[in-house]
């Protein structure tokens, strides 16, 4: 479709506008996604009901750790697979002691704002946000009550004596010679 014998292409050598315009076949309409995540009509995410739904992932990822803890025993296994299942297990491992911290924490800022509710209601208290050094407080109270129940405290102050020395000790400048 030439207009008033032109060339039928653009040329090339002519710089494009930055106002372009943009012309769609006629029968195309732009699809609109929508991502359920963030979609109203998909309802209000409930992580308690998230988690009961989806219990069963616990239940087979401890049954994958203990595969993987069998296969480990297997004497005839090469070095580079032992590492690799090695390197796995510490992986599925860490990732659900972080699970256990943050559902601690989780139960524990949960007691504590019932607690401070209840405080605020009767008149007690003023309303009080927590902080994350108060927040860190709590849970080394937690967890120094915990290893008392168990009678492992002097374990527990030893871990945390040997990690600030180390801190320390990094932190030290360094002797050039």
């Known amino acids: 479709m030439s207009r008033h014998n032109g060339p039928s292409e653009q040329s090339s050598k002519q710089p494009v506008s930055v106002l372009r315009t943009v012309t769609l076949p006629e029968n195309t309409k732009a699809k609109r996604y ?3 995540r963030f979609d109203r009509s998909m309802g209000h995410f409930n992580p308690d009901l998230f988690k009961k739904s989806f219990n069963f992932i ?3 990822q401890a049954k994958e750790m203990a595969m993987i803890r069998a296969q480990l025993r297997d004497r005839n296994l090469p070095e580079s697979k032992r590492e690799q299942l090695q390197a796995l297990l510490q992986r599925a491992q860490s990732k659900k002691h972080q699970i256990e911290r943050d559902e601690k924490r989780k139960t524990l800022v949960k007691e504590w704002k ?3 509710r209840e405080l605020v209601a009767k008149g007690l208290k003023a309303p009080y946000h927590l902080k994350k050094s ?5 849970e080394m ?5 915990q290893a008392q129940a168990k009678g492992t405290v002097e374990k527990l102050i030893e871990k945390r004596r040997k990690k600030k020395a180390t801190k320390q000790h990094t932190q030290l400048p360094f002797k050039h010679d």
């Open 34 to 36: 929508n991502d359920p």
């Open 58 to 60: 616990d239940d087979l």
């Open 141 to 145: 109270v937690s967890e120094y009550k």
């Open 134 to 138: 108060d927040l860190r407080r709590m």
């Open 114 to 116: 019932q607690q401070e």
